[in-house]
């Protein structure tokens, strides 16, 4: 099947055994904006279909000699399923018109044409062909865009099918899950595989914006607007536009400023401090909390503003709930701190059943530090964690032994390893590449841990 970019020319093929009919028709929609081709026959269609891959409409005449229209609409389906076929019948009975669309054609228009009637028909398939084409560029970039994130559970990849059918469209998306779990990460993601990738990604912490200077960090200030505005600011819309705005620790925005950013988000319109004149701002809208999705309604939310930003909830689920991913997300560090000290660094078999135990109250942040703790530490090359180096870390920070789970992991750590290799090419549909990328290994080490695991 040919695959069409959004940004090539949209060309209509005209197909009519009438060679005056087929140039009225030419003219009048070149004079609309078109590009257009014409065939006087099947045969003649079918080559000049193969000499222009950017058609993406054929206006086919029903009754034509040697090849008739439903004949042509048969092979024009069979080099490309998706081409939307215009049927043209000088034959108005709805036998032909239903025979025509139960073969896959898009729609038909009687003859002596009307002009402005085909132009309708022909403008509303050229801007559904679009709209099918950028979704399916966005879902081919969202699949790249989600590669930097580290998972092999059922849990994140249900997370990633849900953030990647979010990131095709334009609505504001919440974010769930407790602290550290990567909820900045996902957004990135998402934003990343959106139509406004190539815009900016602005994170503002909430919770770090002092009360009485929200408004004006938000939505910018003008000169003289209060003691210290030596100058004009421009707030955190302004930045975000054409891009996201991420919007962390959402629950402890005040709720007299969720009114006022409820208001920018229905009106798009943005009034700095200071200024009575309004400018236009195009962005979206992720925001993240750690907190339960029942404690911001009402509580520290407004119910309008959280209607309106949790259009799409997405939770992330801690890190002690998929220990899969702790095995995996290890190894990932693992390997960037070997590349970061330019020397190996690898974990023990006590060491990873150690992290199997432990319930990480701090999610993956806390995994990566506790890592890049312990590589610290030490300077000997190459270095192997091991429980012990890991046990002290924990001891030193204040961790009670209470905190490391009571019971052993389910699974032994070669189980563990096992399951994560086969539900990473499951989740790569057999592509190792791909598959090593999810666990966050080289190739070359997938392949010796599939020997040693027999996963084949």
């Known amino acids: 099947m040919k695959t069409l970019n959004v940004s090539e020319t949209c060309r209509v093929l005209v197909v009519d055994d009438d060679a005056g009919l087929a140039a009225g028709v030419k003219d009048f929609l070149t004079q609309q904006g078109y590009s257009v081709e014409t065939a006087l026959s099947g045969e003649e269609a079918l080559s000049t279909y193969e000499r222009h891959p950017d058609i993406c409409v054929a206006l086919v005449d029903l009754m034509m000699p040697l090849m008739d229209g439903l004949t042509l609409l048969a092979e024009l389906q069979r080099r490309n399923a998706d081409l939307p076929v215009i049927i043209m019948t000088g034959f108005a009975t709805i036998e032909t018109a239903v025979e025509a669309m139960r073969r896959g054609a898009e729609d038909y228009v009687t003859k002596p044409l009307d002009p402005d009637a085909v132009e309708k028909k022909v403008r509303r398939v050229v801007e559904m062909w679009r709209l099918r084409t950028r979704v399916a560029e966005l879902q081919a970039s969202a699949g790249k865009s989600f590669e930097s994130l580290v998972y092999v559970s059922p849990g994140m990849q249900k997370v990633v099918e849900r953030a990647r059918a979010a990131a095709v469209t334009d609505v504001p998306v919440l974010l769930l899950g407790e602290t550290g779990t990567g909820k900045e990460m996902l957004a990135r993601a998402i934003h990343a595989a959106s139509r406004r990738a190539n815009g900016p990604f602005v994170p503002v912490n909430c919770a770090a914006l002092p009360r009485e200077l929200v408004e004006s960090e938000l939505f910018g200030y003008r000169k003289g607007a209060f003691t210290g505005a030596n100058g004009d600011g421009q707030g955190m819309f302004a930045a975000a536009h054409g891009g996201t705005l991420f919007l962390d620790e959402i629950g402890e925005m005040p ?131 091991t429980e012990r180096d890991l046990r002290r870390l924990l001891e030193a920070a204040g961790f009670a032994e209470h905190m490391l789970k009571s019971m052993e992991p389910t699974l032994a750590m070669e189980s563990l390893e096992k399951l994560a290799i086969e539900r990473a090419l499951r989740i790569a549909n057999g592509n190792r590449s791909k598959a090593a990328s999810l666990l966050g290994i080289s190739r070359d080490t997938l392949y010796r841990k599939m020997k040693l695991c027999e996963v084949h």
């Open 255 to 385: 709720k007299e400023i969720q009114a006022k950013l409820l208001r920018v988000l229905q009106d798009k319109q943005v009034r700095p401090v200071g200024s009575a004149k309004e400018s236009e701002v195009d962005l979206r809208i992720i925001a993240a909390t750690n907190q339960p999705a029942s404690e911001l309604r009402g509580q520290k939310m407004r119910d309008d503003f959280y209607f309106r930003i949790a259009t799409v909830i997405i939770e992330m689920p801690p890190l002690r709930s998929r220990p899969e991913d702790i095995l995996v997300l290890s190894q990932h560090i693992a390997q960037r701190l070997t590349e970061t000290h330019d020397r190996e660094i690898t974990l023990s078999r006590g060491a990873v059943e150690l992290l199997l135990k432990y319930s990480f109250p701090g999610n993956v942040r806390e995994l990566e530090n506790v890592l890049q703790s312990a590589v610290a530490v030490s300077q000997e090359d190459p270095q192997t964690v």
